[in-house]
């Protein structure tokens, strides 16, 4: 007599299916994809329209600090991940170069956390509290706005090596920019799309005094000496200067459009635009503001993804500055 042909029960096909499927998912999701925008819906329902108050009023008190917060933001991202490392005191990565008597708004968020401690103590990381902050700064100064991923947690330590290792130079090539987002997850039209966010904010002297001084092709002559006027060849290092000069406190496409004219502050910003493979991507931003809008939205998202700190790693910091 031969053998019944091999039956499998609907229930286990079902389920073998069913697991092949979750292995197929999880490993195409990376492996840090556990952020979520409803995090807090219930352990502190009004923890976004309390840091979202916050925001605006620092952001009326002085319309700069919109600029700060979104810059902040970037350079907690792109050491260890996002997990609020650069704003501990102890940790070594307020005092790299590239944050030095530059970076601002650690004040402005220490204010945001401490009101969202007295409605929800110890649950709302600072981390969160720095996504969501750079979030209502975009919207406060006419930016785009987006859903922000929630459930970040803070470091214990900073790490000053990374810091000024991975953090951009105003000196930077195109390639080595291109390389530096790449490291992080970012594509090149990423990488256009966040350096738009120098439509607001400014820079001190010492960040273009080589580029308005250096005689270069890729200067327009009047903008150099405009610039020159506010920002000696040999002193005032920390004279400020709008990285935007047509609209330096509202959030458009106006840096894209200047960066075609070679009228960028920095260097780092001119390389966008210097007929490398990054042209087409400011030109297009500089005809299509919905786009550029679009495309910085979803790369903030993208920028907020970055290894971020899940679960039982880490910890919920009390006050933002120092670990618990
Ligand atoms: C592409 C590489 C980048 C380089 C080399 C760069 C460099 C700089 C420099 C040198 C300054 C002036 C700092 C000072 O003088 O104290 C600055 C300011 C600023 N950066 Fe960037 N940046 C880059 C990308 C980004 C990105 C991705 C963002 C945000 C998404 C950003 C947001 C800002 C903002 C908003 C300011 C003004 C801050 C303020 O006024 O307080 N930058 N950046
Ligand atoms: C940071 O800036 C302060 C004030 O200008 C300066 O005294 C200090 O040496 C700087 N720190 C580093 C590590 O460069
Ligand atoms: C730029 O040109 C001016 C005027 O010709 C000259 O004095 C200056 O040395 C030049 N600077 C550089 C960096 O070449």
């Known amino acids: 007599m031969a053998a019944p042909p091999v039956r499998i029960p609907m229930g286990a096909s079902f389920f073998m299916a069913a697991m092949a499927l979750i292995t197929v998912m999880m490993m195409s999701s990376p492996c840090h994809a556990q952020l979520s925008s409803t995090f807090y819906d219930q352990t502190c329902p009004n923890a976004l329209s309390t840091i979202r108050t916050s925001i605006r009023s620092a952001v009326s008190r002085e319309r700069r600090m919109a600029a700060s917060l979104i810059r902040l ?8 991940g996002c997990d609020a490392s650069i704003l501990l005191n102890g940790g070594g990565e307020k005092t790299v170069t590239q944050n030095n ?5 650690y004040d402005v968020i220490d204010s945001a956390k401490s009101a969202v401690e007295s409605i929800c103590p110890g649950v709302v990381s600072c981390a969160d509290i720095v996504a969501v902050a750079a979030r209502e700064a975009s919207a406060a100064v006419g930016g785009p706005s987006w859903t922000v991923k929630l459930g970040r947690r803070d470091s214990t330590t900073g790490n ?26 970012l594509n090149a039209r990423d990488m256009v799309a966040l350096s738009g ?27 150099a000496s405009t610039r020159q006027r506010g920002c000696p060849s040999s002193s005032g290092d920390s004279n400020l200067a709008a990285l935007d000069l047509v609209t330096p406190n509202s959030f458009d496409n106006n840096y894209f459009k200047n960066l075609m004219r070679k009228k960028g502050l920095l260097a780092s910003d001119q390389v966008l635009y210097s007929g490398g493979s990054t042209d087409s991507i400011v030109s297009e ?3 299509t503001p919905a786009t550029f809008s679009s495309d910085f939205a979803a790369a903030m998202v993208k920028m907020g993804d970055i290894e971020p700190l899940t679960g039982s790693q ?11």
Do not use: E, M, W
């Open 160 to 185: 000053p090596s990374q810091a000024g290792a991975d953090l951009p130079v105003f000196t930077d090539s195109l390639d080595t920019l291109i390389s530096r987002f790449d490291k992080k997850g």
């Open 101 to 105: 008597n530059s970076v601002r708004g």
């Open 73 to 80: 933001h970037f350079h907690d991202c792109f050491v260890q």
């Open 314 to 324: 880490g910890q919920v910091r009390k006050i933002c500055s120092a670990v618990n």
């Open 285 to 287: 931003y500089s005809r």
């Open 197 to 223: 966010a120098h439509t607001i904010g400014q820079a001190r002297c010492l960040t273009f005094r080589g580029r308005i001084y250096g005689n270069g092709s890729d200067i327009d002559a009047g903008f």
